[in-house]
């Protein structure tokens, strides 16, 4: 069990650190393309069709971007592709360590579909690569030449997404596999065209052919998607920590809507770069936001609410199971709970519900690890757990 929590700690933070590097880069030069001006003549005769000054970290940079390519290759030529390919490697070997070694506890919840293990990852790689291809049909049809009909295209690809995948997973595994899906799509972006398409242009400067515009154009389309892709991916990544949100019974709705505005609080940037400043985009996409928490915050009415705490089991609870759920009661559902009581958490944190025993059941490894091996729950030891009561909860789970 701890060697596995281990491996997941490296590998998140290995995944982090590619994932700021690459949407770094990707920032830093859709900040950089945005902001070149006309250089001067001596500039443009050698092809160069923008340039720009940047003083940093105690030096000053001159940088220059060419209109086709320069006469001849240089000896080092820096390539942007391995921060999204180790992203995307890193993110899937989380995602697989996570959500499929855990799915009966991470993926899978028996109240939105009762899904056996190997079929709920089938079909969370289904999803994945589905996702992917429909969107690589789209990047091919004649939907790609119009932006903003390729936008509303994409805004329906994720909704029938979000729909899809909030009712086959539990609503975090839903979240992480749309996060999966976008950041698949942006990856795939880099592999298969981006990249290739450089390639395309540095072959044809070492062979002094002509560079086809079209290259560079079917490339800048595709980091474009992924320049508004950031924003909505960062939200998934984070929203774990968040439960009102995946939580939600419109979750698929929250994401949606969420994505949408950020990606619409992207363009404010984007257009900023380019010398546009259009306030209002920045303003209607704050204020979005606001209704977004408003809508989401709202008090439900009490029926919704009001669930029965603790649930008799169907087969009746052996001595040890019915300790358990006792401590469990006395010292977790405060927070842990579909109606938490705490005064500090309002909504269960990281969504886990201990109401039911099929609950306690279905997280047992994750109950274990944290109040016996970790000893870090209940959080701050709130409701004075003792070294007794842990050790009838590693009795139990041990003897499971
Ligand atoms: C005062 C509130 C509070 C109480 C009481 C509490 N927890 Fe937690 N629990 C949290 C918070 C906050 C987190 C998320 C942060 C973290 O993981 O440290 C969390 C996270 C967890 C997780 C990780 C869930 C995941 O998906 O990784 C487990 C497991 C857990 N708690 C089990 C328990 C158990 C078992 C008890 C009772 C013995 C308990 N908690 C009592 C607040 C609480």
């Known amino acids: 069990m701890q060697w596995t929590e281990w491996l997941s700690l490296f590998i998140r933070w290995f995944h982090v650190i590619a994932g700021v590097a ?18 001067p003549d001596w500039k443009k005769d050698k092809g160069i069709k923008g340039d720009l000054w940047a003083v940093h970290g105690g030096g000053f940079y001159e940088i220059g971007k060419y ?14 592709k391995w921060e999204a390919y180790t992203t995307w490697l890193s993110g899937f070997a989380l995602l697989t360590l996570m959500y499929y070694f855990g799915a009966s506890a991470y993926l899978i919840d028996p109240n939105v579909m009762p899904l056996e293990p190997a079929t709920a990852v089938i079909m969370g790689l289904g ?44 609503g975090r595994g839903a979240y992480m596999h749309i996060g999966a899906l976008i950041g698949t799509i942006m990856a795939g972006n880099v592999f298969f065209n981006i990249i290739p398409s450089q390639k395309k242009m540095v072959a044809a400067v070492e062979n002094k052919q002509d560079i086809d515009p079209a290259w560079g154009a079917g490339a800048k389309l595709r980091s474009v998607h992924n320049n508004y892709l950031t924003l909505p ?5 984070i929203s774990n920590h968040y439960p009102m949100t995946y939580q939600h019974p419109q979750n698929w709705l929250v ?40 809508w989401i915050s709202w008090p439900k009415s009490k029926a919704l609410t009001d669930v029965t705490r603790v649930e008799q089991p169907e087969t009746p609870l052996s001595e040890s199971q019915k300790a358990v ?9 405060r ?10 958490f309002v909504v269960a944190p990281m969504g886990l519900h201990l109401d039911k025993w099929a609950q306690i059941e279905q997280f047992a490894p994750r109950i274990y690890a944290r109040t016996v091996q970790s ?26």
Not at 376 to 398: F, H, S
Request: proline content about 5%; aromatic content about 16%; charged content about 10%.
């Open 22 to 39: 690459w949407i770094g880069a990707s920032f830093y030069f859709v900040w950089l393309d945005n902001n070149l001006r006309t250089p």
């Open 67 to 80: 209109q086709y390519g320069p006469e001849v290759i240089p000896p080092t030529l820096h390539w942007f």
């Open 127 to 170: 999803f994945i690569f589905g996702g992917l291809a429909l969107y690589e049909l789209a990047c091919h049809s004649p939907l790609a030449k119009s932006p903003w009909l390729f936008a509303l295209f994409f805004m329906a690809l994720l909704t029938l997404g979000s729909w899809l995948a909030t009712s086959w997973f539990s």
């Open 233 to 237: 991916l960062l939200f998934i990544m």
């Open 255 to 294: 994401l949606i809507l969420i994505s949408v505005v950020s990606a619409w609080i992207r363009h404010f940037f984007n257009l900023r770069h380019q010398g546009i400043f259009r306030p209002s985009v920045l303003v209607t996409g704050m204020l979005g936001m606001l209704l977004i928490a408003g």
């Open 325 to 333: 759920l006792n401590l469990v009661e006395t010292h977790c559902t």
């Open 335 to 344: 927070c842990h709970s579909a109606t938490p009581t705490d005064d500090i």
């Open 375 to 400: 000893k870090d729950m209940p959080l701050l030891n709130k409701t004075g757990m003792t070294e007794e009561e842990r050790q009838v909860i590693a009795d139990w789970y041990q003897s499971r």
